[in-house]
């Protein structure tokens, strides 16, 4: 069974800075999707950002990237300038075949 | 709104009640999953359909859940004799072809099991 791994509970980073978000996973398979949903105080989850598993650039959007290191199967989310509206819960996710897995999550915090 | 919609929001029942709920995924969308989510989990699979078609289900989802998709639109969750583990919040899901797409959630039910 895929696993996913956030080994961070919580972080908290200065409004302005980078932070980055870690994320494992385990899997035999070589064509997946991975994910990072957000999910604010009021619990609707949101796309942050994916990834194709046969990709290997990273994917961006604005200020959100991912490194993607496919041997090492590892998915980490870097923000950029962070922004108080960042503060929420990050959930990585693992997707085969419309099976979607998710990590216990990191709670990030946003210090003004 | 044309988002994924479930209802009810909040729902408190006593030990042993039966409960449903339901979800409305976005109109397009042939999919949808149900997940349930503890405080300070991530959310976890529960089941999945593919329009009408009920494909895969958790081993999470005892003999006392059932879900349906009658018409291939909405679904339905029901909780049969519910046990105070019950308790947690149920997220509803639902993206289109091709696979591997993006999950769009709805904001939730969260059931309380007194």
């Known amino acids: 069974a895929q696993t996913v791994t956030q080994s961070q509970p919580e972080m908290s980073v200065q409004e302005a800075e980078t932070v980055t978000l870690s994320c494992t996973y385990d899997?035999?398979?070589?064509?997946?999707?991975l994910f990072w949903y957000k999910q604010p105080p009021s619990r609707q989850m949101i796309l942050v950002i994916r990834?194709?598993?046969?990709?290997?650039q990273n994917a961006t959007e604005n200020r959100f990237s991912v490194n993607f290191q496919k041997a090492a199967k590892s998915f980490s989310l870097k923000i950029s300038d962070s922004q108080l509206g960042d503060a929420a819960m990050y959930f990585c996710?693992?997707?085969?075949?419309?099976?979607?897995?998710f990590g216990a999550g990191t709670r990030l915090t946003v210090k003004p | 709104d044309t988002g994924v919609s479930q209802n009810p929001r909040h729902k408190i029942t006593k030990r042993g009640q039966n409960v449903t709920f339901r979800c409305d995924p976005i109109?397009?969308?042939?999919?949808l999953y149900w997940y349930r989510q503890t405080l300070g989990q991530g959310p976890e699979f529960l089941t999945y359909?593919?329009?009408?078609?009920?494909?895969?289900k958790s081993r999470l989802l005892s003999d006392r859940f059932s879900a349906e998709r009658p018409k291939g639109s909405f679904s339905t969750l029901e909780i049969q004799r519910t046990e105070q583990g019950d308790s947690a919040m149920y997220l509803c899901?639902?993206?289109?072809?091709?696979?591997?797409?993006?999950?769009?959630f709805g904001q939730g039910t969260r059931l309380t099991v007194v």
């Open positions: 996710a693992y997707c085969l075949d419309n099976d979607m897995r």
């Open positions: 359909f593919q329009n009408e078609a009920q494909l895969e």
């Open positions: 899901a639902s993206s289109r072809n091709p696979k591997n797409t993006e999950a769009f």
């Open positions: 899997t035999s398979e070589s064509d997946y999707y």
């Open positions: 109109s397009e969308h042939n999919r």
């Open positions: 990834q194709e598993a046969y990709k290997q």
